[in-house]
């Protein structure tokens, strides 16, 4: 049998092969809600405008509400023979009120009302996540308030470097997921505007008001060409590429956990709710959310490239590879929301050890450059050469195995005469720490000013 929605011109259905290929009713049942917020909009629009009459539109609206029921009740019957969520929902409105159904179709076409869906979902979708960001920035902030003033080592080429705060760290990843939900916030801003009504590519000779269709569905203004409004499927693309940023960060952080949890480490603990065990080594207590977390952002990732790779070599307008624009945004929008919670929870599981942290925090003559720093300050000397006299100091002092604070001012008087006694005061990581208050910087009351600043914006959680 062809299919009832378009088989006019067609005497025979499709091969079994076929329909498998062609249905997207799988994956995009999930755009239920918003199809039938499109509808209801269209269905008030053709009424307002004439196009359809009124009693015709109430039926229609009744309709799609009842639908709307039936499926959120688990009692709607999705069939692949009816291709997709547009058709499955217009040929159930066509059981419950008859030939009137068939006008809802009127002056649009499933590519016009795909777009629309879709960017209803993708809008819907980053509301979801910015609150959730948001969660996550405030879990960071809360936790860097409580360790302000835990000294860690700061690392760079994962060698130790100077002594940071435990608290700066996590309000480094505040300051990235802001940038994050900045970039959500752009793809939103650029993805509100409203396809529908430019039909199947080329507009529609029907009197209708695109901008009252525009305003039902709450976006700021119609598009304004037909043939890119039906072929841009650049809102799922940049969001991709902001969730696919947002993910990196994620990974970048779940690498730390990872590290910061190995045993040779030791800087975190998380407990039994964000960790497992291992079947057959009865000591392990493994860091498998935070490794996930970095796992997910490659199919996240690979989600972006896919959808990339698929529009790249489209001519306009519509054609059928982009109903491959889902199935993988989908996966992707669930790999992240799980992972930010993880993330989420997990920040708030973890438990500091500051003494290990410290000790770390004192090996590698982190406090060089508190060195250097002090004979450029303490006996004007040009950077430069404080430098070089500081290499000689960590030298004697590598060579017979102890930190910089264990040598006497009589031994660092051999390397440079002019040294005195106050120096020992800046050879500490706490003191370290304490006199890094440039703006930005690791200072302990830096790190607090930020984190309540930071803590004020967000306001509180579901607020
Ligand atoms: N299921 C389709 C998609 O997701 C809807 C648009 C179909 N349009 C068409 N001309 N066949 O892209």
Redesign the pocket.
């Known amino acids: 049998m062809s299919n009832s929605m378009w088989g006019g011109r067609f005497a025979e259905g499709p091969d079994a092969v076929m329909e498998e290929i062609n249905a ?1 009713i799988d994956f ?1 049942s999930r755009l239920y809600a918003q199809d039938i917020a499109g509808s209801k909009a269209h269905a008030r629009m053709l009424a307002e405008t004439g196009v359809i009459g009124a009693e015709d539109a109430e039926n229609i609206i009744a309709g799609l509400d009842e639908i709307l029921r039936e499926i959120e009740a688990g009692q709607f019957v999705f069939k692949r023979s009816l ?2 969520i ?1 058709m499955n929902v217009e040929a159930r409105l066509a059981e419950l009120i008859g030939p009137a159904a068939g006008r809802l179709h009127t002056a649009r076409s ?2 016009d009302q ?1 777009a629309t869906d879709f960017r209803l979902y993708v809008r819907d979708w980053i509301d979801h996540v910015d609150a959730a960001l948001a969660d996550l920035q405030r879990a960071l902030a809360e936790r860097a308030l409580d360790h302000a003033a835990v000294v860690m080592p700061g690392f760079t080429h994962l060698q130790t470097a100077q002594p940071v705060t435990f608290g700066h760290h996590l309000m480094a990843y505040v300051e990235m997921v802001g940038r994050d939900r900045g970039r959500f916030a752009d793809a939103r801003r650029r993805l509100n505007e409203c396809p529908l009504g430019s039909a199947a590519l080329a507009g529609t000779s029907f009197p209708i008001d695109r901008a009252m269709t525009a305003r039902l569905l709450a976006f700021d203004r119609p598009t304004a060409n037909s043939l890119d409004a039906v072929s841009d499927r650049d809102f799922v693309i940049e969001t991709l590429s902001a969730t696919s940023i947002a993910a990196m960060h994620l990974s970048r952080f779940a690498e730390e956990i990872v590290v910061w949890c190995s045993a040779p480490f030791g800087f975190v603990r998380l407990s039994d709710k964000f960790t497992t065990g291992s079947s057959i080594m009865p000591q392990k207590r493994n860091p498998d959310a935070a490794e996930l977390v970095r796992a997910k952002t490659g199919r996240i990732v690979g989600a972006l490239n896919a959808l990339l790779i698929v529009m790249k070599g489209l001519p306009l307008a ?1 054609s ?1 590879d ?2 491959e624009d ?1 199935e993988q945004a989908f996966d992707a929008f669930d790999a992240f929301v799980l992972a930010v919670a993880a993330m989420t929870g997990m920040v708030r599981d973890l438990e500091p050890d500051p003494k290990a942290m410290k000790r770390a925090a004192g090996g590698g003559y982190s406090t060089a450059t508190d060195l250097a720093d002090w004979l450029v300050r303490g006996l004007g000397m040009p950077f430069r050469e404080a430098h070089h006299v500081t290499g000689r100091i960590v030298a004697l002092a590598a060579a017979t195995n102890r930190p910089l604070e264990r040598l006497s001012t009589e031994e660092l008087q051999g390397v440079d005469q002019r040294i005195t006694e106050e120096v020992h005061s800046v050879l500490g990581v706490d003191r370290s720490v304490k006199s890094r208050t440039s703006y930005g910087g690791t200072a302990p009351n830096n790190v607090r000013r930020q984190a309540r600043r930071w803590l004020k914006q967000l306001g509180p959680a579901n607020g």
């Open positions: 997207s995009d291709e997709d547009h499933r590519n795909v519509y059928k982009m109903q889902k």
